[in-house]
């Protein structure tokens, strides 16, 4: 198991010989973000990080339990002294403390309005030598299993010509999750698990490497939570177990159905929320100009 110590924080090794100038602010996040581990000793247990290519593009594709999912998995990366670009929702790039730093590490906005943006600015970044991260079930899984997969993941590494390398991340739900207040208690372990990369067969479908990636992710997740070192605290603590392993998360029909709920409630707030500022708008303008002094 690893826990961040201080000197990690300041190691002036910590991202390789050479890092790039452009990437400072990235390398100033990442200590922040081993400040934070070390303060709430999160017990990591990293293994495959030798499956990320030194060099060249390559689609790093996992599963998704938490909120803090991308920090562990850039924690995966880092041995190999490799930054990774996420993909997330264009929303967080228009947060007034959030957004500056994501367009700082130069992760890449996903609007689902216009995905295709989205998609070339990966291609690209594959291209150009960098790791592009992918949460391709696009959303927390509230069942704590794999869902359904985008294919979108799968099309840039054809598109790129990179490797997928499938990984599986769990623990971090405990600390942070949808639909579950935060928990900072200290301890808490935190698995992750890369496997070796899928290279795309000449010819080879998107929905056939999309299969590939699917079947890897399952067995790595499978893997982590069957070697997890912790343990439920008592019958009221087994709510972050699937249901296969005894536990009390919702089933994959359940997940599904809040999946709805959720989207369909998001869906609403968005049509109050333009009503509102048109209404605001319509207001402002309807308002009778002040009287003369």
């Known amino acids: 198991m690893y826990t961040a110590s201080w000197r990690d924080v300041v190691r002036r090794d910590l991202f390789g010989p050479r890092p790039d100038r452009g990437d400072g602010p990235y390398r100033l996040v990442i200590r922040v973000t081993l400040v934070v581990f070390r303060l709430l000793r999160l017990q990591f247990d990293v293994r495959g990080s030798e499956h990320v290519p030194t060099s060249g593009g390559a689609v790093i594709c996992s599963n998704h339990v938490s909120y803090l999912d991308f920090t562990f998995l850039g924690l995966g990366a880092l041995p190999q002294h490799r930054l990774v670009r996420f993909m997330a929702k264009a929303s967080v790039f228009g947060h007034w403390f959030a957004g500056p730093f994501m367009r700082a ?42 869902k359904e997969l985008k294919a979108g993941a799968a099309r840039m590494a054809l598109d790129a010509g990179v490797p997928i390398v499938p990984a599986a991340v769990w623990g971090g739900h405990r600390v942070a999750t949808k639909k579950r207040p935060v928990d900072l208690t200290r301890g808490r372990a935190v698995t992750v698990l890369l496997g070796e990369p899928i290279t795309p067969a000449p010819g080879e479908t998107s929905v056939a490497l999309l299969a590939r990636t699917k079947e890897a992710m ?20 087994t709510w972050w177990l699937p249901v296969h392993l005894g536990g009390t998360a919702p089933t994959r029909q359940e997940a599904a159905e809040r999946d709805l709920a959720d989207a369909a409630g998001a869906r609403i707030r968005a049509r109050t929320s333009r009503r509102a500022r048109l209404r605001a708008r319509l207001t402002g303008r309807r308002r009778p100009p002040a009287a003369a002094a």
């Open 105 to 146: 590490m130069r992760h890449i906005p996903v609007d689902r309005k216009a995905g295709a943006a989205a998609f070339d600015a990966a291609v690209r970044a594959l291209k150009d030598g960098q790791v592009v991260g992918v949460f391709p079930e696009a959303t927390i899984s509230q069942s704590f299993t794999v």
């Open 218 to 237: 399952e067995a790595l997740l499978d893997q982590a939570q069957r070697t997890y070192p912790q343990q439920p605290e008592g019958p009221d603590d």
